[in-house]
């Protein structure tokens, strides 16, 4: 009696593990879709489903910029053709190219590519992305929703938009761009690092703002393409960050919808400093030695110009905005502009190597770096 009980025992226990060895298999493929498996709201307002990152390719102007902050580098299965060219156009350089220069060269050297890229071939061709079979696309390409899912459909994959926002660096756009790519890739806490260190920034730029500020006249301001001395911006990000005051701000002023400045209207501003981006300075030394040009002539009667406080910033954009350089860019003005004394090589080591984990300030300088410049006695060599 006693054995059959055994018996009995053992048999209703092979049952039972049988029934929660296959319950427990469920569960798990269950819970392992489920952990696979993420749900984001993307830049448009879009919930996007992502079941698999193995294969990730970023295509826009920016895009891979923000990946490479928080995304697994290794993952990438291609790159735009335009991430294989140390300098931008020849007249700037990218931080993020710089530190991952070896691999997209790469990429590119084995036929990786996600199609030409840069500012005049921004599309999404899928026909290319097909081939490559990806995973996931990170884009900053300006595509409507409708084309979003047809482009999806076409792919076999998601697209996940990212957005700068009209404070490039600055603003909450990025900051919730680098929160997506965490979830989406599983680095949330390399992303909430990065914001944290992103807003710390700004705050202590911001605790400028109560001081009296320089008035400053923005030159050269390059974005999608590089343009010349009249070239710059109202409200512009790097000033309004620690309320340095733009000469533009005023309602007298106008700036096109080109972004260029009346000549005039620039040299009676009273601007006290000049900064001039590095991105279009080969353009205004050819604008100022232009035999036919009046601007030589006009700067003259410009207070700024005559008293030498012409200052050299580094690119604020090369393929979207240099955000790094926005930040070290900012410290610099802050010098400039409110008389302080910040160690800007010292600075900009400290915000390269917490985006991109390397000292790259001797890489991302051109014309010898920031610096009061002596022009027109003295033209700084690139």
Known sequence: MTKKIIVLLLILTLVAACFIGCATTDADKDGAGKAASVTVTDSLGRSITVEKTDKIVCIGAGALRLYSYVGDMSKLCAVEEIE??????????????????NLFTQLINEGKTAGKGGPQAQILNTEVLTALEPDLIFSCLSLSVDELVEAE??????????????????????????????????????????????????????????????????ACNSNWGVKGFLSSAKNYPLFT???????????????????????????????????????????????????????????EGMEAFKNK???????????????????????????????????????????????????????????????????PDVWPEK
């Not at 140390?86 to 710089?98: D, E, L, M, P, W």
């Not at 994959?157 to 603003?171: E, W």
């Not at 802050?334 to 400290?350: L, R, T």
Request: charge should be negative; charged fraction near 25%.
């Open 84 to 101: 294989g060219s140390r300098t931008f156009g020849k007249v700037s350089q990218r931080a993020y190219q710089i530190a991952y220069e």
């Open 153 to 218: 459909k076409a792919i076999g994959c998601p697209i996940i938009t990212l957005k700068y926002g009209a404070q490039k660096a600055f603003s909450n756009e990025i900051l919730a761009s680098l929160r997506i790519i965490g979830k989406v890739c599983k680095k949330e806490a390399r992303a909430e690092e990065l914001v944290s260190y992103m807003e710390s920034l700004k705050t202590e730029l911001a605790s400028y703002a109560s001081e009296e500020s320089a008035s400053v006249y923005l």
């Open 241 to 299: 960050i620690s309320g340095v005051t733009n000469v533009l701000d005023g309602d007298d002023f106008i700036v096109d919808k080109d972004g260029f400045a009346d000549l005039e209207a620039v040299v009676d501003s009273g601007a006290e400093k000049i900064i001039l981006d590095a991105g279009g300075f080969e353009t205004f030394k050819g604008e100022y030695e232009d035999q036919s040009s009046n601007l030589p002539d006009a700067l």
């Open 309 to 375: 406080e012409v200052y050299l910033i580094m690119p604020n954009n090369a393929y979207d905005a240099n955000v790094e350089n926005y930040f070290i860019n900012a410290f610099y003005v802050v010098n400039v502009a409110y008389g302080k004394n910040i160690d800007v090589e010292a600075k900009a080591n400290e915000i390269t190597k917490k985006f991109l984990g390397k000292d790259l300030y001797n890489d991302i300088i051109m014309y010898g770096g920031y610096q009061k410049l002596n022009i």
